[in-house]
């Protein structure tokens, strides 16, 4: 159950302000946050058990929060700063 919630932190990401530049930052990390959930998928399939399995939510967590959504501007926030 961690693994599938960790899944499905990784892949909610607050919808970019409808600027080109907020969008294709956006769709970039969404892109690398799928990798990392692939990745972690295929780590847990094929461990045996349970443990692979938390192997690979600890691994997925690592990998996401090395991945912050803070490189766009949320819609709805206008006075939210990129970087």
Known sequence: MH???LIA???TVPP???VPEDEAACL???SRRAGAVLAAC???L???GDGGTLYAARD???AVSAMPATGYRPAG???AASS
């Open 28 to 30: 970039a990390l969404v």
């Open 46 to 48: 094929a461990s045996p």
């Open 9 to 11: 932190d990784a892949l």
């Open 3 to 5: 693994l599938l919630a």
């Open 77 to 79: 926030r206008p006075g």
């Open 16 to 18: 970019p302000a409808p």
């Open 60 to 62: 997925l967590y690592g």
């Open 42 to 44: 295929r780590q847990a």
